[in-house]
C-alpha cells in the first residue's frame, strides 16, 4: 500500500445545541474535544497542535492547559470570521503535511446565545482600525448588525441582477429547514412554507426572519492527522482534505467602500481549493456552504461556478440544492435550520456525509464535498474533501 | 440615561477630528491625496492608491446618490429604535476615488427609497456640547 499524501480528518466530536447550555464555553469545547478523540481512538496526549478557528470561546492556552498537553509543536489562531473554520482544517492539514506536527485539534464552541448573543457583534472580536471604523463611520450611522451588513449586499444584488422578489430566499430557507426536519441535532426542525417565509417579521429589508440564522450554545471539534499516521485505532474512518483556498477582498476590514461592492473573495478561494483537489464543480456531490443569511448561498452559489452569475435564483427555485437535485446543499440544515457553530459543524456534516453517516439527509454515493467559510465583511476560505478511497 | 434612549456615541481620533469638526459646521469634508487627488472614506493613515501619506480635509458637495440601503425593522438597542422601521443607507458621491458613506436616510417613506435616489447630507446635533453631530441623509 502506498503511503497517502494528504492529511486526514479522523476524528469529531461534538455537543448538544441549545440555547441554554449552563455550562462554559471551555467546558463545551472540552466535551467535544474528547468526544473528537474517542472517535479517532487518540488520547489527548497523541495531540501536539492546536488551531483556535475564531478568537471566541477557548483560547489555544485555555485548551493546552486543560488538556495537560506537555509539548505542543505547533499552534495558530485563526481572526476571518467565519472563513476560520475552513481555514483551521486548510492549516492544520498543511502543517501535518509539512512535518510541523503530527496531530492538530481544531476545537470551536462558545455560549453564542446565552452568554454572548452572537446577532450583535461582540466587540472583543475587534482589532486595531477596525475599533474605530465600526464604531465612527458605521454604528453611528445606524449600521450595527450582521443582518444589516448582508442586507445591504442583498439589495445591491437584487438591483442589479432585476430581482423583484424574494422567493428564492424562501426557498433556501425552506429547502434546509427539510433537511433539519430529519437532522436530531438540529435546533428549528418545525417545517416551513414559502408562505411561511414571506409573512416572518421583516428584519432588516429584504431579510425576514426566517432569512436570518439563529444563535447556539454548543462546541464541535475536528482532529487532522498526517497521512501515514499508523497509531491510530484500525478501521478509523478517513477523509482527506483533498483542496484548501482562501482569499482576503480588497479592503477586508469593511465592505461599503469596496470598489466592487459585489466582489466575491469566495470565487477565487473556491477556484484554488477545487485545483489544488483536482476537481471541478461538476465532480462535487454535495456542498455545505456558509449561511449566515439566505441571500449568501445564493451568491456563493454564482461565485463557486455551481451555477453562472445571476442564476443562483433559479438554481435553488428549481429545487437543485434538495437531495437528488444537482448539487445538494446544507445537509444538515446549515447555519439557518441546524445551529450557528461558526460554520464547523458544516465540517462535521462534511465529514458525516462522506463516511456515509448522514441518515436521512445522506447524499447517495458521496465521494467528493465542499465546504464554505465566509468573514462578515467578505474573508473567504473553501475546503474540498474526499472520502478516502 | 437607558441605552435605547441615545445613539451610539463616535469618538474621534487623532486621524478624523477634522471630519467630526466640519459636521459641527454642517460641512462635509473628506479625507484627499495631495499627491494623485483621490479622495477617500473611510479616513487612512495614508493614500490607498499612491501611498502618500500627505493628505488633506477638503470640504466636498454634500450631494450623492443612494448606492444601496436596507430598512431596517429589528431592535438595536440604541435610539434608533424609536424611529423602526427606519432606511440606512449607502450613498455614493461622485468624486475622484470611491466614496460611499453609510447613514441613516429620513424624510423619505421606506417604500420609496430606492438605488439611484439623489440625497444630500444632512446633519443630526447631539444633546450636550460633548456629543458629535452625527451625518444623515434626506432627499434632494
Redesign the interface.
Known amino acids: 500500500m502506498t503511503a497517502a499524501k494528504t492529511a486526514a480528518i479522523v476524528g469529531y466530536g461534538e455537543t448538544n445545541f441549545s440555547r441554554d447550555s449552563t455550562v462554559s464555553s471551555l467546558t463545551l469545547n472540552l466535551r467535544a474535544i474528547h468526544s473528537a478523540l474517542r472517535d479517532a481512538g487518540l488520547e489527548p496526549q497523541g495531540i501536539d497542535g492546536i488551531i483556535a478557528p475564531a478568537i471566541l470561546g477557548a483560547t489555544i492556552d485555555d485548551l493546552c492547559t486543560s488538556l495537560n498537553l506537555p509539548d505542543l509543536s505547533f499552534s495558530a489562531t485563526m481572526v476571518t470570521g467565519g472563513a476560520g473554520p475552513c481555514s483551521a482544517i486548510g492549516l492544520a492539514a498543511k502543517a501535518v503535511e509539512s512535518g510541523l506536527c503530527n496531530r492538530v485539534l481544531v476545537s470551536f464552541g462558545y455560549n453564542g446565545y446565552s452568554e454572548q448573543r452572537l446577532g450583535f457583534r461582540p466587540p472583543q472580536i475587534m482589532f486595531g482600525e477596525s475599533v474605530t471604523y465600526r464604531r465612527n463611520y458605521e454604528a453611528s450611522g445606524g449600521l450595527l448588525l450582521p443582518a444589516q451588513y448582508y442586507a445591504l449586499w442583498a439589495t445591491r444584488y437584487m438591483h442589479e441582477y432585476g430581482w423583484k422578489d424574494t422567493l428564492a430566499f424562501a426557498a433556501v430557507a425552506v429547502a434546509q429547514r427539510e433537511y433539519a426536519a430529519k437532522n436530531a441535532r438540529a435546533m428549528r426542525r418545525d417545517p416551513i412554507t414559502v408562505a411561511d417565509h414571506q409573512s416572518s417579521r421583516m428584519i432588516s429589508s429584504p431579510f425576514r426572519l426566517l432569512d436570518c440564522s439563529q444563535e447556539t450554545d454548543g462546541a464541535i471539534a475536528v482532529i487532522v492527522t498526517r497521512p501515514d499516521d499508523h497509531d491510530l485505532a484500525q478501521g478509523a474512518a478517513r477523509v482527506t482534505v483533498a483542496g484548501w483556498g482562501q482569499s482576503k477582498p480588497p479592503f477586508p476590514d469593511q465592505s461599503i467602500t469596496r470598489e466592487d461592492f459585489l466582489h466575491s473573495a469566495l470565487a477565487p478561494a473556491g477556484r484554488r481549493a477545487m485545483a489544488m483537489a483536482g476537481v471541478s464543480p461538476g465532480n462535487i456531490d454535495f456542498a455545505e456552504i456558509y449561511d449566515p443569511f439566505t441571500f449568501h448561498v445564493v451568491w456563493q452559489l454564482e461565485s463557486l461556478g455551481f451555477c453562472p452569475s445571476g442564476e443562483g435564483g433559479d438554481f435553488v427555485l428549481g429545487g437543485e440544492t434538495r437531495l437528488g437535485g444537482a448539487l445538494p446543499v446544507n445537509t444538515h440544515g446549515g447555519l439557518l435550520s441546524e445551529a450557528h457553530l461558526w460554520g464547523m459543524n458544516h465540517v462535521a456534516e462534511a465529514v458525516r456525509q462522506l463516511r456515509g453517516d448522514a441518515g436521512p439527509n445522506q447524499v447517495s454515493g458521496a465521494e467528493a464535498g465542499l465546504v464554505t467559510g465566509s468573514g462578515d465583511f467578505g474573508d473567504g476560505s473553501v475546503l474540498v474533501l474526499r472520502r478516502e478511497s | 440615561m437607558a441605552a435605547e434612549e441615545r445613539?451610539?456615541?463616535?469618538?474621534?481620533?487623532g486621524l478624523?477630528k477634522p471630519y467630526w469638526q466640519a459636521l459641527r459646521r454642517e460641512d462635509l469634508a473628506l479625507q484627499a491625496c495631495l499627491e494623485c487627488g483621490t479622495f477617500?472614506?473611510?479616513p487612512r493613515a495614508a493614500c490607498?492608491s499612491c501611498y502618500a501619506e500627505r493628505l488633506a480635509w477638503q470640504s466636498v458637495d454634500p450631494r450623492g446618490t443612494v448606492?444601496?440601503?436596507?430598512?431596517?425593522?429589528?431592535r438595536?438597542?440604541?435610539a434608533?429604535d424609536k424611529h423602526a422601521?427606519?432606511i440606512?443607507a449607502?450613498v455614493e458621491f461622485p468624486v475622484p476615488g470611491?466614496?460611499?458613506?453609510?447613514?441613516?436616510l429620513r424624510g423619505v417613506a421606506?417604500e420609496e427609497v430606492r438605488?439611484g435616489l439623489p440625497v444630500r447630507a444632512a446633519f443630526r446635533h447631539g444633546g450636550t456640547d460633548d456629543d458629535?453631530t452625527?451625518?444623515?441623509f434626506v432627499p434632494q
Open positions: 445613539y451610539p456615541r463616535p469618538r474621534p481620533t478624523d477617500q472614506w473611510f490607498t448606492f444601496t440601503y436596507t430598512v431596517t425593522h429589528q438595536v438597542g440604541f434608533f422601521p427606519y440606512v449607502v470611491t466614496v460611499r458613506m453609510a447613514g441613516v421606506a438605488i458629535e452625527v451625518l444623515e
